[in-house]
């Protein structure tokens, strides 16, 4: 049984962005890091700012339950293995029209113009004490041409900054000196690292996204669960407690591309990482959160038997084609293909290869999302407040209100007195997997 099912509580939220029946990552991230929901493809701003529009941003700004949290005194990361300034790690931290504005190397000369700032500029300027990041993004963080340190050769490894700013030392620089702080960028470094003597760590792991489960460098690259154990191992150091963002960012990925199998195997690994997290922490004090920020066109069926491999084939021709099918179809995507003006026929292709992509109705170069609600589970303190349909911007609130931490406090009694609410760990996992998965 997937780890997220043994969950004691469990409900459904409504993904819909402001202006999007079918949402995307950056206006849903807003609503369940910043509780406001926002427009399609804006980060960390109220639904007052349009996208690419820089000077719609000044004075729309939200925060975040990770910002509320280090507010409190609590030690505070991001665990993804996305870039760490992508769609859902940057509404924890960032305020910007463009989910796109990855570093200024891809703005717009009228956002610069007027002092808009790129996504990794903020993520080291907006909250300079963010205990513990770790993902990819390593290009966006060096100036233009700079040469990465792991792909020597690769042209589109070499950093992308315009400004001329070297990020990490940026970093190093706001850290005081007589904390310990480490900069990573492979996996030995993270696995040899001691947490009882790390006070912040960034670890960015390759240029852009790590690379997917099934393709990971056991030695350059660390896995999901790898990164949350040691995450946690530094942040629970904290007697006020922490509050960790893990995302199986790849997921969302590998549906984009029709890679089911891609897609299912970073699933599997986020439930290692959610296993990993419930073993070091307690449902006594930490409040764990499990979600999807929206779902993907992405089924199965067929009536395929018990015990049939779910990339394997239906037991049944199509009673319209006379050809089989896959167990695993997409709604739209890259997977639709035609051959000789007929359905491709799958028995003639490699379909339970890593980087299948599976057929799909409608001719699409990438995926699409769902518009469906999405289910939340949840153990630990006020979990109960997660039940029944709610929007999706309601999370952040419930983790705050069972934190004591944000602008409501007056349900928390005093730290000292007995019965207080649980101010300890929380854990938002996101898993960015479609519905039918989940059950």
Not at 60 to 65: D, F, R
Not at 100 to 129: F, T, V
Request: overall charge negative; aromatic content about 8%.
């Amino acid at each position: 049984t997937p780890t997220w099912l043994r969950m004691s509580s469990c409900s459904w939220e409504m993904t819909y962005n402001t202006n999007a029946q079918v949402p995307d990552s950056a206006g849903t991230a807003t609503a369940y890091l910043c509780g406001v929901k926002a427009n399609e493809g804006t980060v960390g701003v109220s639904a007052a700012t349009e996208r690419s529009r820089c000077n719609t941003t000044q004075g729309n700004e939200v925060t975040s339950i990770l910002h509320w949290a280090k507010d409190a005194g609590k030690s505070v990361g991001i665990v993804t293995t996305t870039r760490v300034n992508h769609a859902t790690p940057s509404a924890a931290y960032a305020h910007s029209a463009d989910r796109d504005w990855y570093s200024d190397n891809e703005m717009p000369p009228e956002a610069l113009s007027q002092g808009c700032k790129d996504i990794a500029y903020q993520l080291m300027h907006n909250i300079r004490d963010i205990d513990v990041i770790m993902g990819g993004g390593r290009k966006y963080m060096y100036p233009k041409n700079k040469t990465d340190v792991e792909y020597e050769s690769d042209e589109k490894a070499r950093g992308t900054r315009l400004d001329g700013l070297d990020l990490v030392d940026t970093w190093k620089s706001f850290k005081p000196r007589h904390k310990h702080s480490h900069f990573i960028w492979n996996r030995t470094e993270l696995l040899t690292l001691d947490p009882h003597n790390v006070d912040y760590l960034l670890g960015l792991f390759e240029p852009g996204d790590m690379q997917y489960e099934l393709n990971r460098n056991n030695v350059t690259d660390p896995s999901l669960s790898e990164m949350v154990v040691v995450a946690i191992q530094i942040l629970r150091k904290n007697p006020k407690g922490f509050f960790l963002l893990v995302e199986g960012g790849r997921i969302d990925h590998g549906h984009h591309e029709g890679k089911a199998k891609q897609a299912l195997h970073e699933a599997v690994e986020m439930d290692r990482a959610i296993g990993q997290a419930g073993s070091l922490t307690s449902s006594e004090d930490t409040l764990t959160v499990v979600t999807a920020d929206h779902s993907h066109v992405f089924t199965f069926g067929g009536y395929t038997p018990r015990g049939n491999s779910i990339f394997g084939l239906a037991p049944m021709l199509s009673d319209t084609d006379k050809k089989p099918f896959t167990a695993i179809l997409y709604g739209n995507g890259p997977g639709y293909k035609v051959v000789g003006g007929e359905r491709e026929n799958v028995s003639m292709v490699d379909y339970a290869h890593n980087n299948y992509q599976a057929q799909s109705a409608v001719p699409l170069r990438h995926e699409t999302h769902g518009g469906e609600d999405v289910a939340v589970f949840s153990k630990g303190p006020m979990a109960h407040l997660l039940h029944g349909v709610h929007e999706q911007n309601y999370i952040p609130h419930v983790m705050a209100y069972a934190a004591c931490i944000g602008a409501n406090l007056d349900h928390c009694a005093p730290a000292s007195s007995a019965g207080s609410l649980a101010a300890g760990p929380l854990l938002l996992a996101l898993a960015l997997f479609p519905l039918s998965v989940l059950f």
